[in-house]
């Protein structure tokens, strides 16, 4: 995040600023895309299509054309079995469902959708697509899940998930998105559609009980009769997010001795404290965002709360108020590896290089091996579906790990099984996970982690993405040797789209943003918050040579 904190954040948002949902709404219908702005254009990023039709970013049009190249792409791929959709709880969702179901059913797709006409969590699909796949080597599953994540309230977002049950591949988004820019390019010509009243009772579309199934398989991923048996206080928040009938049938069915802090949901999100910029955010790994639940901290042993899909994770402890994501990752997979007996004993630790370098200190100590991925959970999927891959995790508070018999449980990033996890961890080690990471520090050393976002025009953020390792000649980081000079990951050679570099106690990264104006510095010591800051100020200089070297802007759209 930025250092500059908005006067707003983690304070209920004035209800004249809340969302206008008739009038975004609205736009999604009438807006018109032009797809010679690239900005208006279908933009499939790590986790699908974002924008708002606000800004003719997300339109009944692009969905009408991203649904139809779904439909395309995977008649061509061979993928004919069921499409699993869900949809998260941003006023957007729902008229994208309508309008995708339309698509799906016209082409003959049979598209599975919440028996109740629920909201269905991004894991939860993965779950269904997985356990449909098993054992079978045709008419595979596949799914799509609706939902710009943790993003603010006017954005919508629409992602697919091929037969694997995670995020697609590059070449599929790639793919994906040449078809749909090519039908927003022809005016829609070439869509097959039904009306919604049509496609909602026609034999494409069926009803599925996604709740059961993924409730009344959770002991095969974790120990929820121990958690049930200590007794152990939990409070839980989904944030008006997809996850908000879950936990009633969990807690019911195991017996938890847990309480929903809150059950409204809302399109306008208006029960959310602001984030850091004054912005409503459902991001549970912010203090800000999560400031209700962290207030409640002192009542509950354990608390916790999911973004609007559920794919995240935020962990609040009596010991440390809300656990920054790296912290609570390390606790985690210290916990894991010694209580999961039965996991193979060549199963490795898995992390983005942007996040913690504890991770690698952990593993080391575990004596599991650390793989590295450039940003993006979809690098983890192939780990996690041969057990390859014990725990897989990344810095924005999303992982997930495999089941207490070392296969695959979801190759998406799973926020119940992480806060459910916490509580486990309470239950069986006595320690809150806060309490085990400090324990952690102590033996491998105390991280000083933070992510910055610093200006950038589109022209640098292509040059930074384009950098080899040539371009940064550097010998000293911050008083340090520098160690390694990182475009690419460690051994496995895939790019990390900008760059790292190591010392031995610190080191940062620095990456563009896909959806702004900004480049990324994450940075991290091991020797203090001065020897923080004392890489930020170099590397923002580095990048900023790198900027001045390239020199120019973009020529406009």
């Known amino acids: 995040m930025s250092s500059d904190v908005d006067p707003r954040a983690g304070k209920l948002v004035e209800p004249a600023s809340l969302l206008d949902v008739g009038r975004l709404l609205r736009a999604y219908h009438e807006g018109r895309p032009d797809p010679t702005v690239a900005t208006q254009r279908v933009t499939f990023g790590t986790s699908g299509h974002r924008g708002s039709a606000f800004n003719n970013a997300f339109n009944e049009a692009h969905i009408l054309a991203i649904t139809q190249a779904i439909c395309i792409d995977r008649k061509a791929r061979g993928v004919d079995g069921p499409l699993f959709m869900g949809i998260d709880t941003h006023a957007l969702s729902q008229p994208a469902f309508v309008t995708a179901l339309e698509v799906f059913a016209a082409n003959g797709v049979t598209t599975m959708i919440d028996a109740a006409g629920g909201y269905t969590p991004t894991p939860v699909i993965s779950h269904a697509i997985l356990s449909y796949n098993r054992d079978r080597s045709q008419g595979l599953a596949d799914g799509v899940v609706i939902t710009p994540s943790h993003n603010p309230p006017a954005d919508g977002g629409f992602k697919y998930n091929p037969p694997h049950g995670g995020p697609a591949d590059a070449v599929t988004t790639g793919a994906i998105e040449r078809l749909a820019n090519d039908f927003l390019a022809a005016g829609l010509v070439g869509i097959r559609r039904i009306p919604f009243a049509r496609a909602r009772v026609s034999a494409e579309v069926r009803r599925f009980d996604f709740t059961s199934p993924y409730v009344a398989d959770l002991p095969s991923v974790l120990d929820m009769a121990a958690i049930a048996a200590s007794g152990v206080s939990i409070g839980i928040d989904p944030l008006g997010g997809a996850a908000v009938g879950y936990w009633a049938p969990i807690i019911d069915r195991y017996g938890l001795n847990a309480t929903v802090v809150s059950e409204v949901v809302d399109p306008t999100f208006g029960f959310m404290t602001a984030d850091w910029d004054g912005q409503i955010r459902m991001d549970c790994s912010s203090p800000y965002a999560m400031a209700r639940l962290v207030g409640l901290k002192s009542q509950f042993e354990i608390a916790f709360g999911n973004d609007t899909d559920a794919d995240r994770h935020g962990i609040v402890t009596p010991s440390q108020g809300l656990m920054n994501p790296n912290h609570y990752l390390s606790a985690a997979i210290s ?210 040579e790198l900027f001045e070297r390239a020199g120019g802007e973009p020529a406009p759209d």
Not at 347 to 364: E, I, P, Q, W
Not at 459 to 465: D, M, P, T
Not at 481 to 489: C, K, L, N, P
Request: charged content about 20%.
């Open 335 to 544: 916990y894991l590896f010694g209580a999961r007996t039965a996991w193979p004993g060549a199963c490795a630790v898995g992390k983005t290089m942007v996040t913690s370098a504890m991770l690698d200190r952990l593993a080391s100590q575990l004596g599991r091996q650390l793989i590295e991925t450039p940003v993006g959970f979809r690098w983890f999927v192939d780990g996690l579906t041969r057990g390859a891959l014990g725990f897989a995790g990344e810095e924005s508070a999303g992982a997930a790990f495999l089941r207490r018999d070392g296969t695959v449980w979801t190759t998406e990033k799973d926020g119940l099984l992480l806060g459910l996890l916490a509580a486990e961890i309470t239950a069986s080690s006595g320690r809150d996970p806060g309490v085990l990471y400090g324990g952690l520090t102590q033996a491998l050393g105390t991280p000083f982690y933070e992510r910055l976002d610093a200006p950038a025009s589109r022209r640098q953020k292509a040059v930074l993405a384009k950098a080899g390792p040539e371009h940064f000649q550097i010998a000293q980081l911050a008083g340090e040797s520098v160690i390694a000079v990182e475009t690419t990951t460690p051994g496995g050679g895939a790019g990390l789209g900008g760059v790292r570099v190591r010392t031995r106690n610190g080191w940062f990264a620095a990456r563009p943003s896909g959806t702004e104006d900004v480049y990324k510095i994450y940075a991290e010591s091991f020797l203090g918050p001065d020897h923080l800051r004392d890489i930020q100020r170099e590397a923002q200089a580095l990048i900023g």
